[in-house]
């Protein structure tokens, strides 16, 4: 939570504070909340503030030693005295640490602190102020203990599109979902929020007058025209400020300072479609200028580091770049959650092409990390940011055999599947937006090729894989699984599932577009003779029988904890079947917004929220050996709706 110093807030039981209760009395009385004493968020956002953060990432989670290790990003206007983070060691003394300053642009000084906590065999609180915030505010964060298993949560898509109704979905600067994360992490402490891609959208650096001489060149003049220092120097600001001001943002920027980050960019992060764009144009100088500058605000306000930092500071790997070897050219990372969870992310980014997503050498490289995994752990989740699981998309031309163009424009513009590429550059190609996805021809090689290596960690390391992914704009759950099917799927190597969350700020997609998906949705094999997909329906009362829901939501993740007696009784006895209780299981609970934020007053009430559980066992070797048919029980929903009333207000 987040606590002020001398003057303490009163705390609300969603997270809230006495200090949102007065930026909202601000804002009524018209006044900009930087004016009222104690606020927090959004005066921090404004260019008269002086201070913007912190925000707490996590690092490393050191096994063997018991160390957790993260830092906080924390900026100061030029001209200030350097800031100095006190921490409150278990024991009660304090500790000071020394910033490093990362990099100062318009006025702004960039100042990181690294921060290590010795892991207690119980949950700790940590407590840390930073000397120079004006309002005097300490902060604290939790950190699991020794063999604790942790809760932690998946968000991705926390902005909206250009072209969003800001009016509809709270404006640019109002997130309201995350009140809800807030609300939970009250509950019971998340240890950390993991970010699954555009967590900023980017795409208005096109509306900049430079960039705009750029896009009216005419089609040869998009490939040949030359970077200039007028177009770095726009991009450059846009990049900052829109950083800046978003990580301020209301209720996400609360949930910064107390619940440590794990980010991976997505395409928004850089702008709509990186990656998926024809050769000429991905290699031309007006796109590599723009990517570079992406990638230095991405690595400053999501990694809190520099391009020349990045592998030391955070532990990141990649192949190195052919610029300049010493550096790195993608950022794929890799962390433990406790002794028994592991979260791996390769950066499907910044190497990607329309015929490659990740290079053999990230791969490569990811697989030697994981196959060197301790044995306590149980669960791997990869993280890829558009999800290996999910609909297949149809082609160009089947799409407009169902659809008019007009209308497939418009659908496409209101997904997160690419919205800028038709309207920017004349690709009226859609086949442009849907080689984004695993399911592209283009990519069927390389989704088997990962799928297959996966399968084969699972088998030999003896560790349950799971998928998480948004991008969609939509909530579901997919599954990879052997087939015929295994007996219980605890037993069936085969099986991973793939949880989808997105969006938690971006407004869903139309009612069409869901149509086009449910038309597309299928069980399919995936690699013969054994592998097959599909889309579960886990979604009940008015959404029984829909396999992906069009509201916006966010995934919060709880592991039960498991003795080796407890695992051993699995093994020898397949006719338990898989609960919400059973040791050992990964427990993914999609919380969805209920209430439709058109009809919420001004600055409203808590969001109401459905949940659905997805109950994941871990992988246990069958005694007697997989046997094939039965029906299974690993997939347990439960529909939770929470008691939260309208009235509860800031």
């Given at each position: 939570?987040?606590?002020a110093?001398?003057?303490?807030?009163?705390?609300?039981?969603?997270?809230?504070?006495?200090?949102?209760?007065?930026?909202?009395?601000?804002?009524?009385?018209?006044?900009?909340?930087?004016e009222?004493?104690?606020?927090?968020?959004?005066?921090?956002?404004?260019?008269?503030?002086?201070?913007?953060?912190?925000?707490?990432?996590?690092?490393?989670?050191?096994?063997?030693g018991?160390?957790?290790?993260?830092?906080?990003?924390?900026?100061?206007?030029?001209?200030?005295?350097?800031?100095?983070?006190?921490?409150?060691?278990?024991?009660?003394?304090?500790?000071?640490?020394?910033p490093?300053?990362l990099?100062?642009?318009?006025?702004?000084?960039c100042?990181?602190?690294?921060?290590?906590?010795?892991?207690?065999?119980?949950?700790?609180?940590?407590?840390?102020?930073?000397?120079?915030?004006?309002?005097?505010?300490?902060?604290?964060?939790?950190?699991?203990?020794?063999?604790?298993?942790?809760?932690?949560?998946?968000?991705?898509?926390?902005?909206?599109?250009?072209?969003?109704?800001?009016?509809?979905?709270?404006?640019?600067?109002?997130?309201?979902?995350?009140?809800?994360?807030?609300?939970?992490?009250?509950?019971?402490?998340?240890?950390?929020?993991?970010?699954?891609?555009?967590?900023?959208?980017?795409?208005?650096?096109?509306?900049?007058?430079?960039?705009?001489?750029?896009?009216?060149?005419?089609?040869?003049?998009?490939?040949?025209?030359?970077?200039?220092?007028?177009?770095?120097?726009?991009?450059?600001?846009?990049?900052?400020?829109?950083?800046?001001?978003?990580?301020?943002s209301?209720?996400?920027?609360?949930?910064?300072?107390?619940?440590?980050?794990?980010?991976?960019?997505?395409?928004h992060?850089?702008?709509?479609?990186?990656?998926?764009?024809?050769?000429?144009?991905?290699?031309?100088?007006?796109?590599?200028?723009?990517?570079?500058?992406?990638?230095?605000?991405?690595?400053?306000?999501?990694?809190?580091?520099?391009?020349?930092?990045?592998?030391?500071?955070?532990?990141?790997?990649?192949?190195?770049?052919?610029?300049?070897?010493?550096?790195?050219?993608?950022?794929?990372?890799?962390?433990?959650?406790?002794?028994?969870?592991?979260?791996?992310?390769?950066?499907?980014?910044?190497?990607?092409?329309?015929?490659?997503?990740?290079?053999?050498?990230?791969?490569?490289?990811?697989?030697?990390?994981?196959?060197?995994?301790?044995?306590?752990?149980r669960?791997?989740?990869?993280?890829?940011?558009?999800?290996?699981?999910?609909?297949?998309?149809?082609?160009?031309?089947?799409?407009?055999?169902?659809?008019?163009?007009?209308?497939?424009?418009?659908?496409?513009?209101?997904?997160?599947?690419?919205?800028?590429?038709?309207?920017?550059?004349?690709?009226?190609?859609?086949?442009?937006?849907?080689?984004?996805?695993?399911?592209?021809?283009?990519?069927?090689?390389?989704?088997?090729?990962?799928?297959?290596?996966?399968?084969?960690?699972?088998?030999?390391?003896?560790?349950?894989?799971?998928?998480?992914?948004?991008?969609?704009h939509?909530?579901?759950?997919g599954?990879?699984?052997?087939?015929?099917?295994?007996?219980?799927?605890?037993?069936?190597?085969?099986?991973?599932?793939?949880?989808?969350?997105?969006?938690?700020?971006?407004?869903?997609?139309?009612?069409?577009?869901?149509?086009?998906?449910?038309?597309?949705?299928?069980s399919?094999?995936?690699?013969?003779?054994?592998?097959r997909?599909?889309?579960?329906?886990?979604f009940?009362?008015?959404?029984?029988?829909?396999?992906?829901?069009?509201?916006?939501?966010?995934?919060?993740?709880?592991?039960?904890?498991?003795t080796?007696?407890?695992?051993?009784?699995?093994?020898?006895?397949?006719?338990?079947?898989?609960?919400?209780?059973?040791?050992?299981?990964?427990?993914?609970?999609?919380?969805?917004?209920?209430?439709?934020?058109?009809?919420?007053?001004?600055?409203?009430?808590?969001?109401?929220?459905?949940?659905?559980?997805?109950?994941?066992?871990?992988?246990?070797?069958?005694?007697?050996?997989?046997?094939?048919?039965?029906?299974?029980?690993?997939?347990?929903v439960?529909c939770?709706?929470?008691?939260?009333?309208?009235s509860?207000?800031?």
């Amino acid at each position: 939570m987040v606590v002020a110093g001398a003057d303490t807030p009163q705390q609300f039981a969603d997270g809230s504070t006495t200090v949102d209760a007065q930026q909202q009395k601000a804002e009524e009385q018209g006044k900009h909340p930087a004016e009222v004493p104690g606020t927090l968020s959004r005066a921090n956002a404004s260019d008269e503030a002086e201070v913007a953060g912190p925000a707490l990432q996590l690092n490393r989670y050191d096994i063997e030693g018991g160390v957790w290790q993260g830092s906080i990003l924390y900026l100061t206007k030029a001209g200030m005295h350097s800031p100095v983070l006190q921490l409150q060691t278990p024991d009660g003394r304090l500790e000071n640490i020394q910033p490093i300053l990362l990099t100062e642009m318009y006025s702004w000084s960039c100042w990181r602190f690294n921060i290590a906590v010795k892991v207690q065999q119980q949950q700790q609180e940590v407590f840390y102020t930073i000397n120079v915030d004006p309002f005097n505010h300490r902060y604290s964060f939790f950190v699991a203990g020794l063999m604790q298993t942790w809760h932690w949560g998946f968000h991705s898509c926390n902005g909206l599109s250009a072209d969003g109704d800001h009016a509809k979905w709270g404006g640019p600067y109002e997130f309201v979902l995350w009140r809800d994360v807030l609300s939970q992490h009250a509950k019971a402490p998340l240890h950390a929020m993991v970010g699954g891609g555009d967590q900023i959208y980017n795409d208005e650096v096109f509306s900049g007058k430079h960039v705009q001489e750029w896009l009216h060149s005419g089609r040869k003049g998009l490939s040949s025209y030359h970077w200039t220092d007028a177009m770095a120097e726009e991009a450059t600001y846009f990049y900052f400020t829109h950083y800046r001001q978003h990580w301020c943002s209301r209720h996400f920027a609360d949930a910064l300072a107390c619940i440590p980050q794990v980010m991976m960019w997505d395409d928004h992060d850089i702008f709509d479609g990186w990656g998926s764009y024809p050769h000429a144009l991905l290699t031309c100088s007006v796109f590599q200028g723009l990517f570079k500058i992406a990638r230095q605000m991405y690595l400053l306000f999501q990694q809190q580091t520099t391009v020349e930092r990045a592998a030391g500071d955070n532990g990141m790997w990649g192949p190195l770049s052919e610029d300049d070897p010493t550096h790195l050219k993608a950022w794929s990372l890799l962390r433990m959650f406790g002794p028994t969870t592991c979260l791996v992310a390769p950066d499907s980014r910044a190497e990607r092409t329309k015929k490659e997503i990740i290079s053999e050498g990230t791969y490569n490289h990811m697989f030697k990390l994981l196959h060197k995994l301790p044995s306590s752990c149980r669960h791997v989740v990869v993280l890829l940011t558009v999800p290996i699981v999910f609909p297949a998309l149809p082609g160009q031309e089947k799409v407009w055999r169902l659809l008019d163009n007009a209308k497939v424009g418009h659908i496409m513009s209101k997904t997160g599947l690419g919205q800028k590429i038709t309207d920017n550059f004349g690709e009226a190609k859609l086949l442009d937006d849907i080689i984004d996805h695993w399911d592209a021809g283009q990519h069927h090689g390389e989704r088997h090729n990962l799928i297959a290596r996966l399968q084969n960690l699972a088998k030999t390391k003896n560790v349950r894989v799971s998928f998480v992914g948004g991008d969609v704009h939509v909530a579901g759950v997919g599954r990879l699984y052997t087939q015929p099917k295994v007996h219980r799927l605890r037993h069936d190597h085969r099986f991973m599932p793939q949880i989808v969350s997105s969006a938690i700020v971006n407004a869903p997609p139309p009612q069409t577009f869901m149509n086009l998906l449910h038309k597309t949705n299928r069980s399919d094999v995936v690699m013969k003779p054994q592998t097959r997909e599909k889309m579960v329906r886990i979604f009940k009362g008015r959404f029984t029988g829909d396999k992906l829901l069009a509201q916006r939501n966010w995934c919060e993740v709880r592991e039960v904890a498991a003795t080796a007696d407890q695992l051993a009784q699995l093994q020898d006895d397949s006719s338990i079947l898989i609960t919400g209780d059973t040791p050992g299981c990964l427990i993914y609970s999609l919380r969805i917004e209920e209430s439709d934020p058109g009809k919420r007053a001004p600055h409203g009430a808590m969001p109401l929220m459905v949940q659905y559980d997805t109950v994941v066992p871990g992988l246990v070797p069958s005694k007697s050996g997989a046997r094939p048919r039965g029906r299974s029980m690993a997939l347990r929903v439960s529909c939770l709706r929470s008691r939260v009333q309208e009235s509860d207000e800031l």
